[in-house]
């Protein structure tokens, strides 16, 4: 038998499935890679820095800056409450207290030991109580190295997104919401972290979550769906679950806040 070979028709390169599909394929295929590679990076920062030792930690954040409009220089009152419930944590380094003139209610630590507490947040506030929950929150991201964990994410998400170029696109929500229940689940060990501070430091925990009921009212869980802070019903459910299971007192009558 003598073979003949025959050319391809014209359909051998032409693929059967519509364009679509073949999008929505290449999509999710990089969607997978993208969530993969976010998710490894993640756990290896975690590893490492849960293996930084507390000296190594104090030299790395002599290397560490950041330009922040302060509109008060630290505050006598502020540091008191701070240097109170910084004595019944374990943080190697000074932490700095500062009041910011930001109108927003917001208050954050920052990587090199410093905790800015807006004049937005402090209008919020009613009692020594609801301010002195807020300092041990922000003291607990530094017990619980959440400053590291927060700048490795940050860089991974920066990597990703210049792999990905200038467009804010599907690629770039999926890696915000990732890292946006990263970030939650960090405010909620802070939470953890500023009640335990507050106890230790004063013997009670009242009032510990009246700004969060305050803030609360009026919101849907959808603002919360790429926030990286969780909602404030949730927030509230599990500090009262610790309360509850650690025993913690909340009879002792909350302290009025001073001028300042």
């Known amino acids: 038998m003598i073979y003949t070979p025959k050319l391809p028709d014209d359909s051998v390169n032409v693929s059967n499935e519509s364009f679509l599909i073949q999008a929505f394929k290449l999509t999710a295929s990089l969607l997978i890679v993208v969530a993969i590679f976010y998710a490894l990076m993640i756990g290896l920062i975690t ?19 950041f330009d922040v409009n302060i509109s008060n220089k630290e505050s006598t009152y502020l540091t008191g409450i701070k240097d109170k419930l910084k004595a019944c944590s374990d943080i190697p380094y000074d ?4 009041i910011s003139g930001e109108e927003i209610a917001n208050a954050y630590a920052l990587p090199a030991g410093e905790i800015h507490i807006t004049k937005g947040m402090l209008s919020k506030i009613k009692n020594q109580n609801e301010l002195v929950f807020i300092i041990g929150h922000e003291l607990g991201h530094f017990t619980n190295k959440d400053h590291l964990k927060s700048m490795g994410q940050a860089l991974v998400f920066l990597t990703l997104a210049t ?27 802070a939470d953890k972290t500023g009640l ?20 609360g009212e009026g919101k849907s869980d959808w603002e919360f769906f790429l926030a990286t802070h969780p909602n404030f019903e949730d927030r509230i459910e599990r500090i009262n679950t610790i309360i509850s299971e650690q025993n913690m007192d909340t009879t002792k009558k909350a302290v009025t806040l001073e001028n300042f």
Not at 47 to 65: A, D, R
Not at 95 to 98: C, D, K, P, S, T
Not at 202 to 212: C, E, H, I, R, W
């Open 163 to 189: 792999l990905m170029g200038d467009d804010y696109n599907l690629l770039g929500y999926t890696i915000n919401a990732g890292g946006a229940k990263y970030s939650q689940s960090a405010e909620f060990h």
């Open 47 to 65: 590893l490492i820095v849960n293996n930084i030792t507390p000296q190594q930690e104090k030299k790395l954040l002599e290397y560490v800056s």
């Open 95 to 98: 932490v700095n207290i500062y």
């Open 196 to 215: 335990e501070l507050m106890n230790c430091a004063y013997g009670s925990v009242t009032d510990a979550t009246k700004l969060f009921e305050r803030m």
